[in-house]
Structures are given as structure tokens and as C-alpha cells.
């Protein structure tokens, strides 16, 4: 499996962005997605996932009702829309994939074991 992310760039406090991860190599219904990112200095974070059908969807609270994460199956990607964008948004974001289903929980859908990591997507936030 291949996971090829694209979208990042410098943009404005309360300005929208749209991050979009394309799946090759492997049967991507059958894959679940995430998106996390990574801040300078700090550790990589969970930011939203989304179940294989686009039926389920989980978030960190520090993106709920800003950040929509979704899947176009037929298209083989997944897409993160973040709107009202604050500096401290601003990171490395990266998308992954697990085989399988992510729990019924946002908490056992970051301790789900991703197996494939894309090369991640620079999102400035300026103030």
C-alpha cells in the first residue's frame, strides 16, 4: 500500500484548506483511513479517521466541528476539510491506513495500529 498526501500551503487564520491522500496497492473499502499531524517540537497527534464504508468518522476534540474527514471510494482517496483554521493548526499533516474496521470509539480509533503512513503534507496556519 501507497499513501500519496497533497493540499498542505501557508494560509490565513480562519481560512479553509483541503488535504486529499490517494490509496494505491491494496483494496482501499477494505481500509480504514486517518489523518494525524505533527506540530515542530511536539508529538504526532490524531486528528480524524474514517471507516472503511465512510460510515463512521471520529475526531480529536481540538478539530471536532472544524475538520471534516471523507472517503470517495470510488476514487481511491480520502479528503480532510479544515475549515476556521488557527495557527495552531499549523503542522506536518500525514494520512494512513489500517486494514480493517476502527472500533467503535475515537478512543480505539487512535490506538489503532496504522500500517501505512504517507509522506505527510506541510499546513502553515499564519495569525
Known amino acids: 500500500v501507497q499513501l500519496q498526501a497533497s493540499g498542505g500551503g501557508l494560509v490565513q487564520a480562519g481560512d479553509s484548506l483541503r488535504l486529499s491522500c490517494v490509496f494505491s496497492?491494496?483494496?482501499?473499502?477494505?481500509?480504514?483511513m486517518g489523518w494525524f499531524r505533527q506540530a515542530p517540537g511536539k508529538e504526532r497527534e490524531f486528528v480524524a479517521a474514517i471507516s472503511g464504508s465512510g460510515a463512521g468518522t471520529f475526531y480529536a476534540g481540538s478539530v471536532k466541528g472544524r475538520f471534516t474527514i471523507s472517503r470517495d471510494n470510488a476514487k481511491n482517496t480520502v479528503y480532510l476539510q479544515m475549515n476556521s483554521l488557527k495557527p495552531e493548526d499549523t503542522a506536518v499533516y500525514y494520512c494512513a491506513a489500517v486494514y480493517g474496521s476502527l472500533g467503535a470509539t475515537t478512543a480505539q480509533a487512535m490506538r489503532v495500529p496504522y500500517e501505512y503512513w504517507g509522506q505527510g503534507t506541510l499546513v502553515t496556519v499564519s495569525s
Open positions: 496497492g491494496g483494496t482501499f473499502t477494505k481500509h480504514s
